[in-house]
């Protein structure tokens, strides 16, 4: 996938990270000072300097659940318009977690929880970010 080394022009990077019928979901933390506050996301986050999205999301899975992440763990990706400046560009993929890497995370100092959720309960909840439960939902319907 040539996205993943791509030296486009983006602000931020998630991935959903799908272990069996789940994907793993953290608690954003509660503070009024940022976007939606204890709310369920995805790993990720902000572009540092001139990383690629796999740079991006790899250094944040890694600071965020201590997860060494591979480019062969990634299976889906599309681009879409930033959460926070839709003229902006932000990199949306899909990859896989083994158990193991679950049961193996070290929580870093960001959130308040993470979890594993159906994937039918992030795309319906009404404490998931919606943007990132729409990129979800694209991935799932993809092949219909």
């Known amino acids: 996938m040539e996205l993943l080394d791509s030296r ?3 602000q931020c990077c998630k991935i959903a990270l799908i ?7 953290i608690l954003r933390d509660d ?4 976007p939606c506050p204890n709310m369920w996301e995805l790993p990720g986050g902000g572009r540092e300097e001139d990383e690629t999205p ?6 944040e899975v890694y600071e965020e659940l201590n997860i ?10 599309w681009i879409y318009p930033s959460m926070l400046d839709e003229n902006k560009k932000s990199v949306f993929l ?14 870093g100092d960001e959130g308040q ?11 319906t909840s ?19």
């Open 8 to 10: 486009m022009d983006f």
């Open 19 to 25: 272990c069996g019928d789940k994907v793993l979901t």
């Open 31 to 34: 503070k009024d000072d940022i």
């Open 54 to 59: 796999f740079g991006c999301v790899a250094r």
């Open 68 to 77: 060494q992440l591979s480019k062969d763990d990634v299976i889906w990706s």
């Open 94 to 107: 899909v990859g896989k977690l083994t158990q193991e890497q679950f049961e193996s995370i070290i929580f």
């Open 113 to 123: 929880s993470y979890k594993l959720v159906s994937i039918e309960e992030f795309l």
């Open 126 to 144: 009404d404490r998931v970010v919606p943007q990132l439960q729409e990129r979800v939902r694209d991935y799932v319907e993809k092949d219909k």
